[in-house]
């Protein structure tokens, strides 16, 4: 089963900050997805991204919000000056196959 | 058009008893139908998948049932356990591969003894 790891696992930021954060799947993946879940809520597809380019982004996507491939292994997910509604858990997600898709752990993030 | 709705929001069932969660969605261009499982603290699982070709596909004790003329897709458990209390997420996305899932809202299910 194909592994990804997140870091951090748990981000805490003051409103206005910038955050990073990362995903490293263990073997090369050419897609890549990033979701967010509030608390208690479901998962939304925030953005994805083919071979270097964002192929599709949601409303929730905005200038804020940022993604890069900085090394050709790593992903990240970069928001620019953080609100308080940014505070959720934030996923990366890898295809697996057959249109199903297999998600990292996850970093917490908390907006003060 | 890409929602997809869930039903219940929260479900309690005894030990050894059938758990069903239901979903229905709009768009008709969805290929493809996965349920995940979340524990709390964890990112979503995969649990099983269902194409629109089949009616059913029954994997252990996780059956899918699916409607396409209906627009409605549920998920059984049967001789549901305490350790299947979970929150569960209904998912649909469309054919071709390298798409967005669309989630439902979740149902957190607690199976009691």
């Known amino acids: 089963e194909p592994e990804v790891t997140q870091t951090p696992s748990h981000q805490v930021t003051q409103m206005g900050q910038e955050v990073i954060l990362r995903c490293v799947p263990i073997?090369?993946?050419?897609?890549f997805y990033w979701y967010r879940q509030i608390l208690g809520q479901k998962v939304e597809f925030l953005v994805s991204?083919?071979?270097?380019?964002?192929?599709?982004k949601s409303e929730i996507f905005d200038d804020q919000f940022s993604v890069e491939r900085p090394d050709g292994s790593n992903f990240t997910l970069k928001i620019r000056s953080t609100k308080l509604e940014d505070s959720a858990m934030y996923f990366c997600?890898?295809?697996?196959?057959?249109?199903?898709?297999?998600f990292g752990p996850g970093t917490r993030l908390t907006v003060l | 058009q890409q929602q997809v709705k869930q039903s219940p929001q929260s479900l309690i069932v005894q030990k050894g008893g059938i758990s069903i969660i239901n979903c229905a969605y709009e768009?008709?261009?969805?290929?493809?139908f996965p349920w995940y499982q979340q524990f709390p603290g964890k990112g979503p699982a995969l649990l099983i998948a269902?194409?629109?070709?089949?009616s059913e596909k029954k994997e252990g004790r996780f059956t899918i049932s699916f409607n396409k003329s209906a627009k409605q897709f549920s998920l059984h458990i049967m001789d549901s356990q305490p350790g299947d209390s979970a929150t569960y997420f209904c998912?649909?996305?469309?054919?071709?591969?390298?798409?967005?899932?669309?989630f439902g809202t979740g149902t957190q299910l607690k199976v009691e003894l």
């Open positions: 997600a890898i295809p697996t196959g057959a249109g199903t898709q297999y």
């Open positions: 073997s090369n993946h050419l897609y």
């Open positions: 991204f083919y071979n270097n380019e964002i192929s599709e």
């Open positions: 768009n008709t261009a969805f290929d493809y």
């Open positions: 269902i194409r629109p070709d089949v």
């Open positions: 998912a649909a996305t469309l054919g071709g591969g390298g798409n967005k899932l669309t």
